[in-house]
C-alpha cells in the first residue's frame, strides 16, 4: 500500500476548503441529474401503512396515494403532478447537498491532514478503523450545521398534491409547529446515528483506493465512478432501516397519528414493524441503492477531476506570484542602485 504523502494522497495538494469545494461541486451536480430517483425513494420511505392486517383503515388514510413500486411512484407521480413532481423541493435539496458536502469534506480533510501530520513516520495508510472515525467525526460536524435544510427539503417532498409549498413557506410551517425553531433539528439524533454512512462510504472509498489503485495519485474517471459506487452500494445496504426511520421522523406522521409526530428514533422503527413488518425497514432501497450508485459515482468522479484542476491552478498561482515576487524585488533593487550613489555622495 501507498504511504499517505503527497505522492499518493490528492488531499494533501489542496487545503481544506480545496477539497470541500471540489466535494460540494461534484455533490451538486451529482444530486441535479438523479433527483427523480431521490424524490422517488422519499416517497416510498415515507409512505406508511396505516394499519395492521384485519384492522379497518379510515378513510383519510384510505385516501392517501400508494405507491408499490419505485416504477408506480414514478408514474403517479407524473399522472398526478406532472414532471414538475419529481423535482418538487430541489432547491432546497441542491442547497442542503452542497453546505453537506462542503461542511463533510471540509472536516474530513482537516481531520485527516492532522492525523497523518501527528504521525510523520507512519509509513501505511490510516487503518480501516481510523478511516471510519475521521468520517464519523466529520459527518457528526456537517450534519450539526446542515440538517435544518434537509429536514425543510424532506417535507417539501412529501408535501401531497395541493398543499404543496415553497422552501420559506415551508420552513415557516416548521416553526410554527409544536416543536417550533427545535423542529429544525427534528432527526438529529437519527443523524448523527447515521453518520456511519459516509463514514463507511468514504472509508471504504480510501482502502478500496489503495488496495485496487495503490499509489496513483489521479484516477480515470471510470476508476472514481468504479470506487464511488462500490463503497456507497455498501454503505446504502448496511444502514437502510436507519435511512427509512430518518425520513419517518423528518416527515408528516400518518393520519391514524392525528398530527403527532414521531418523537424518537425506536418510535418510528417500532411503528413499521408493527404496521409493516421488517420488511418495512427496506422500503425504497432499490431506488436509493441506484440513486447511491449514480450519486456516489459521479461525485467521486467529479471530484478526482475538480481536486485535479484546483491542484493545477494554485500550482500556476504560486508560479504567477513567485514570479510577482521576483519583479517587485528586482524593482526594489533597481531604485537602490539609483540611492546609493547619492547616499555615498
Known sequence: MAAPSSSASPDALLPPWGNALAGATGAVLANAIVY??????????????????????????????????????????????????????????????????????????????LYLSSQPHRRRPPSTAVELGLGALAGALAQLLTIPVAVVTTRQQTQPKGEQKGLLDTGREILDSEDGWTGFWRGFKASLVLVVNPAITYGAYQRLRDVLFPGKLNLRP????????????????????????KVGLQSRPPPSRQGRPFRTFGEVIRYIVRHEGVAGLFKGIRPQVVKGLLVQGILMMTKERMEFLFVVMFAYLRRLRTKQFQRAAELVAVEARKIMPIIVK
Do not use: C
Not at 42 to 58: F, I, K, W
Not at 64 to 77: C, E, F, G, N
Not at 88 to 107: D, E, I, Q
Open 222 to 245: 471510470g476508476e472514481a465512478f468504479l470506487l464511488g459506487a462500490l463503497s456507497k452500494t455498501l454503505a446504502t445496504v448496511v444502514t437502510q432501516p436507519l435511512i427509512v426511520a
Open 36 to 113: 427523480p430517483l431521490d424524490m422517488i425513494k422519499t416517497r416510498l420511505q415515507a409512505q406508511m401503512n396505516e394499519s395492521s392486517p384485519g384492522e379497518r383503515v379510515d378513510g383519510s388514510a384510505a385516501d392517501l396515494v400508494h405507491y408499490t413500486s419505485a416504477t408506480d411512484a414514478a408514474q403517479k407521480i407524473l399522472a398526478d403532478e406532472g414532471a414538475a413532481g419529481l423535482y418538487a423541493g430541489l432547491t432546497g435539496a441542491l442547497m442542503g447537498v452542497a453546505s453537506t458536502n462542503f461542511a463533510y469534506f471540509y472536516w474530513y480533510t482537516a481531520a485527516r491532514t
